[in-house]
């Protein structure tokens, strides 16, 4: 009967290591799932964030809003951040490379009124007023235009040409009469005269 009662303790007792090893691996599972899943969600992530770099992007300018590339946006800011730190020569090469690039883009009045604007700096003249008519021409109704037209009759006063610089802010001030460029450039006129 001891002995039995021996045998049966030692089969309790190994049935508890038995047990306590089982837990344990156990436990050890169940901390290697949790790792696997959270380095799997980690990875997600990552793949998820380098896709929507790839991923058109909607973008407003100008009251309008349009689908970019990555790329494209991209190249706009470059082109933007240039002229703006006063980069005039390589904002109007890096607009121009981009109207190359993308000639149908939803920047392209944007390219064109900040390509005239760098062409200016550059005094280009006759380029900034090809690029400020060119944009007047194709997009009359952006909010764009009427500075474009007070820029383009700044760059015919610059070569000198008063009389085409009076025509132009005449028509500024009957195409875009309620306009701030309409009010710079009925000030503008007052002094031509």
């Known amino acids: 009967m001891r002995r039995s009662l021996l045998d049966l303790n030692n089969q309790l ?13 156990n436990e050890q599972l169940a901390r290697d799932v949790a790792e696997l899943q959270r380095s799997q969600k980690d990875l997600q992530q990552g793949i998820d964030d380098r ?5 058109p992007q909607k973008v407003t300018i100008d009251d309008k ?3 970019v ?12 951040a240039t002229l703006r730190k006063g980069d005039f020569v390589g904002a109007a090469s890096t607009f121009t490379a981009f109207q190359k690039r993308y000639p149908k883009s939803g ?10 604007n760098a062409q200016y700096g550059k005094r280009e003249y006759r380029e900034a007023i090809a690029s400020f008519r060119a944009l007047v021409a194709s997009a009359p109704d952006s909010p764009r235009a009427p500075e ?15 009389k085409a610089a009076r025509k132009t802010l005449d028509d500024l001030l009957k195409a875009y009469p309620k306009s701030e460029a309409a ?7 007052a002094s031509l005269k």
């Open 13 to 25: 007792e190994t049935m508890r290591t038995e047990s306590a090893k089982l837990r344990g691996l």
């Open 51 to 55: 896709v929507r770099k790839l991923e």
């Open 65 to 67: 809003e349009f689908v």
């Open 69 to 80: 590339d990555p790329d494209e946006k991209r190249l706009y800011d470059d082109a933007l």
């Open 107 to 116: 920047y392209a009045d944007s390219v064109l009124f900040w390509l005239g």
């Open 148 to 162: 474009a037209m007070l820029s383009l009759a700044n760059c015919q006063l610059e070569l000198k040409d008063s």
């Open 183 to 189: 009010q710079a450039g009925r000030e503008r006129l």
